[in-house]
Structures are given as structure tokens and as C-alpha cells.
């Protein structure tokens, strides 16, 4: 096993979960991302799987959002996530100053999907979950 697959499968320990294997194939082989996505030209940032318990830990995002794990944003107040709630889990932004799931915008129904669709719609702002 690689490093990052020792990373990703801590990641997945420590959080209880199994990431989907469109994710954990992007971070194994592309390991991040963090740029402006033309045309659309909104900023992407995918935190690489060393970054990942660390990202989750920081301030009371884990007990205001049961479920949930962040693997990246838009390089702001942004968070895309995980909402491990359902199954398979979707991809939603959520403010860091949220204070509970209705404030999750729906982003994608899976990692592929939003790297799809991403450099022609970007960040979406208006699809409640």
C-alpha cells in the first residue's frame, strides 16, 4: 500500500466511513486539487488525503454536522462535503459559520459527477438540500 492509501484508509478509520471509489481514486492517483476550473473560472480546492483529519477536526464542524466530512471548498468560507448521512453520500457546500444541515447547498450526487460538471456550472448557490 502507498502512503496515501495508508491515508485515506486512516481517514476512513478515524470517521467510520468508506469513502466512494470515484474518491478514493482521485485521491490516490491526482492527490488534490486547488485552482481556478476555466470556463467557469471558480476556485477548486480538493485537500489531499493527508490534509483530510486534520480539515475535519478543526473548530466543532464534526458535532454540528454529524455525518459529514469536508474534502475541500472553494478556497474561502466554503466547504464541500461529504453527507454521509445518506446512502450513496452527496456532495453539498456548507458555510464554516453554518449551524446545522439546512444550510447545505446541493453540489453533486457523486465526485465524478461534480468534476463533470464543474468547469461549465462551477459552485452552485441555490440548490437547497
Known amino acids: 500500500m502507498s502512503s496515501n492509501d495508508d491515508q485515506i484508509a486512516q481517514a476512513e478509520r478515524r470517521f467510520g466511513v468508506r469513502f466512494p471509489e470515484d474518491y478514493r481514486h482521485f485521491l490516490a492517483t491526482e492527490g488534490s486539487i486547488a485552482r481556478f476550473v476555466p470556463p467557469a473560472d471558480d476556485f477548486l480546492m480538493i485537500n489531499a ?4 483529519i ?10 454540528r454536522f454529524p455525518g459529514s466530512i469536508v474534502i475541500g471548498g472553494d478556497g474561502s468560507r466554503e ?15 456548507l458555510d ?11 453540489q453533486a450526487t457523486s465526485f465524478s ?17
Open 49 to 52: 488525503s493527508a490534509e483530510l
Open 54 to 63: 486534520e480539515v475535519n477536526e478543526a473548530g466543532d464542524f464534526q458535532e
Open 79 to 93: 466547504l464541500l462535503t461529504y453527507d454521509f448521512r445518506q446512502e450513496p453520500p452527496p456532495l453539498v457546500l
Open 96 to 106: 464554516v459559520s453554518a449551524q446545522d444541515w439546512s444550510s447545505a447547498i446541493h
Open 113 to 129: 459527477a461534480l468534476l463533470e460538471q464543474f468547469p461549465e456550472t462551477g459552485w452552485k448557490w441555490d440548490e437547497r438540500t
